[in-house]
Nanobody, 116 residues
């Protein structure tokens, strides 16, 4: 059974930082590209950042470039999202996604709330 479990969310002040983690089990983690998505109330889910299986290639949404960093530790089967210089508009539920070809697995999400 595949499980993706996010953690690290919470309340932060604008300008602050949070580090999200997504721990995977039940899959060959090192084969999967990993993504972070987020969904704010009343808005569609949007891609935030992605990283390839090796960690050698990353991509970011324009809204988070220069502030967020995605990374992974294949030995620990974990992907991270370091979020700095947080803004109130970063408030959302953050989800991790594992992708291999047409196969996708989602985590349950972790709430991030940024106060102004």
């Amino acid at each position: 059974q595949v499980q993706l479990v996010e953690s690290g969310g919470g309340l932060a002040q604008a300008g602050g930082s949070l580090r999200l983690s997504c721990a995977a089990s039940g899959l060959t983690f090192s084969r999967y590209a990993m993504d972070w998505f987020r969904q704010a109330p009343g808005k569609a889910r949007e891609s935030v950042a992605s990283i390839d299986w090796s960690g050698g290639s990353t991509n970011y949404a324009d809204s988070v470039k220069g502030r967020f960093t995605i990374s992974r530790d294949n030995a620990k089967k974990t992907v991270y999202l370091q979020m700095n210089s947080l803004k109130p508009e970063d408030t959302a539920i953050y989800y991790c996604l594992a992708v291999l070809g047409g196969t996708q697995y989602w985590g349950q999400g972790t709430q991030v709330t940024v106060s102004s």
